[in-house]
């Protein structure tokens, strides 16, 4: 795998034709082209090279996890597209440690994907998942394609293609993928087959799947041994959270509340404060749709205090829908909504 120009990733654009899964043979043509590629440079790739690629995937993911997508995303981009390139491209001395190598690769693809996405900038998240897919493929590192089919079945449903999003999310728990991940990471990808399949209209193997990603997250080991970076975030407030959109979109705004705010009470906001605001976000916008408006007022200002400094178009999405819902009150001078409408709109001014 050699990684595309930058200049062509950055400009594409999403398609949900091009969301659809490769055929079976791939998978094995893939892993056997990248065992019989040529070195492109006589550099020669050390355990170390990848170590360096590992500690910039858990940099980046922990300032995404804190800033948002749109903080440090072109740093991150450029080493890709610069040292990592450079990195695959080099003689690589043993099978294993290509696998390494173009695994950590694929892991940092993800997460330029994920930021992407975050940001707002959907083609271009595409494209690096696809790239990470095909990464994963190369490297023959199954939980890693699962890991990164789930993040665009995320994609997907968020935009509104719940067919596309389903056929990801059930790829993603399909055999290997699923298999041979760790128990914390099957929770991840079983509750956004859940998301999927809530969004698609399928209540009860929905349900089933939530049920079974609660499961699979209580027998996740408590030390954390051998699990892959990738899912650290990975715990009780991030279940909690999609499990709630999966009850919303089921139309279960009382359970969707409930879960929501488990999500806010163990959350380590300070360490997630992107992830925190828009759970926020998200929690006051199901307390409105019920009715309770002072409740909702109340979930925003926190929403508001928790986006200082975040840099995310998802975090700016929620706070575009709550002076949606505002929007009828602004009439209504000194009124707590009509105050909290005007600072939303001073804070989308800083929000990236």
Same mark, same amino acid.
């Given at each position: 795998?050699?990684?595309? @120009?930058?200049?062509s990733l950055a400009t594409s654009t999403y398609s949900a034709a091009g969301a659809a899964l490769p055929p079976d043979t791939w998978w %094995?043509? *893939?892993?056997?082209?990248?065992?019989?590629?040529?070195?492109?440079?006589?550099?020669? !790739?050390?355990?170390?090279?990848? @170590?360096?690629?590992?500690?910039?995937?858990?940099?980046?993911?922990?300032? %995404?996890?804190?800033?948002?997508?749109?903080?440090?995303?072109?740093?991150? *981009?450029?080493?890709?597209?610069?040292? !990592?390139?450079?990195?695959?491209?080099?003689?690589?001395?043993?099978?294993q440690l290509r696998k390494e190598l173009m695994s950590a690769a694929g892991e940092l693809a993800y997460l330029a994907g994920w930021m992407?996405?975050?940001?707002?900038?959907?083609?271009?998240?595409?494209?690096?998942?696809?790239?990470?897919?095909?990464?994963?493929?190369?490297?023959?590192?199954?939980?890693?394609?699962?890991?990164?089919?789930?993040?665009?079945?995320?994609?997907?449903?968020?935009?509104?293609?719940?067919?596309?999003?389903?056929?990801?999310?059930?790829?993603?728990?399909?055999?290997?993928?699923?298999?041979?991940?760790?128990?914390? &990471?099957?929770?991840?990808?079983?509750?956004?087959?859940?998301?999927?399949?809530?969004?698609?209209?399928?209540?009860?193997?929905?349900?089933?799947?939530?049920?079974?990603? &609660?499961?699979?997250?209580?027998?996740?080991?408590?030390?954390?041994?051998? &699990?892959?970076?990738?899912?650290?975030?990975?715990?009780?407030?991030?279940?909690?959270?999609?499990?709630?959109?999966?009850?919303?979109?089921?139309?279960?705004?009382?359970?969707?509340?409930?879960?929501?705010?488990?999500?806010?009470?163990?959350?380590?906001?300070?360490?997630?404060?992107?992830?925190?605001?828009? *759970?926020?976000?998200?929690?006051?916008?199901?307390?409105?749709?019920?009715?309770?408006?002072?409740?909702?007022?109340?979930?925003?200002?926190?929403?508001?205090?928790?986006?200082?400094?975040?840099?995310?178009?998802?975090?700016?999405?929620?706070?575009?829908?709550?002076?949606?819902?505002?929007?009828?009150?602004?009439?209504?001078?000194?009124?707590?909504?009509?105050?909290?409408?005007?600072?939303?709109? %001073?804070?989308?001014?800083?929000?990236?």
């Amino acid at each position: 795998m050699i990684i595309a @120009e930058k200049t062509s990733l950055a400009t594409s654009t999403y398609s949900a034709a091009g969301a659809a899964l490769p055929p079976d043979t791939w998978w %094995d043509q *893939t892993l056997a082209e990248s065992q019989a590629r040529r070195p492109l440079s006589r550099d020669r !790739v050390t355990s170390a090279h990848v @170590e360096a690629v590992r500690d910039t995937h858990a940099l980046y993911s922990r300032s %995404d996890q804190r800033l948002g997508g749109r903080a440090g995303r072109a740093a991150l *981009t450029a080493y890709l597209h610069t040292d !990592v390139a450079g990195y695959l491209g080099a003689r690589i001395p043993s099978e294993q440690l290509r696998k390494e190598l173009m695994s950590a690769a694929g892991e940092l693809a993800y997460l330029a994907g994920w930021m992407s996405f975050d940001s707002g900038e959907h083609g271009q998240a595409q494209a690096y998942f696809r790239l990470a897919v095909q990464m994963a493929a190369e490297a023959d590192d199954a939980p890693l394609a699962g890991h990164v089919l789930r993040a665009m079945a995320h994609q997907a449903v968020d935009l509104g293609h719940p067919v596309r999003a389903l056929d990801l999310a059930g790829a993603s728990v399909d055999q290997r993928r699923f298999t041979e991940a760790h128990p914390r &990471e099957r929770a991840l990808l079983g509750v956004v087959h859940a998301k999927a399949l809530a969004a698609a209209g399928q209540k009860k193997p929905a349900l089933a799947a939530l049920r079974r990603a &609660e499961d699979d997250l209580r027998h996740a080991p408590a030390d954390r041994d051998g &699990e892959p970076g990738r899912v650290y975030f990975f715990g009780e407030a991030s279940l909690a959270h999609e499990t709630a959109c999966a009850l919303r979109d089921l139309g279960d705004l009382t359970g969707a509340e409930k879960e929501f705010r488990r999500s806010v009470r163990t959350r380590r906001a300070a360490q997630h404060a992107r992830t925190h605001a828009v *759970t926020l976000g998200y929690l006051g916008a199901v307390q409105a749709r019920q009715g309770h408006l002072d409740a909702a007022c109340d979930t925003w200002n926190q929403a508001l205090d928790a986006m200082t400094g975040v840099q995310s178009k998802r975090a700016r999405d929620t706070v575009v829908q709550m002076r949606s819902t505002l929007s009828p009150l602004r009439g209504r001078g000194g009124s707590m909504a009509v105050k909290l409408d005007q600072r939303a709109r %001073d804070v989308l001014l800083n929000v990236g």
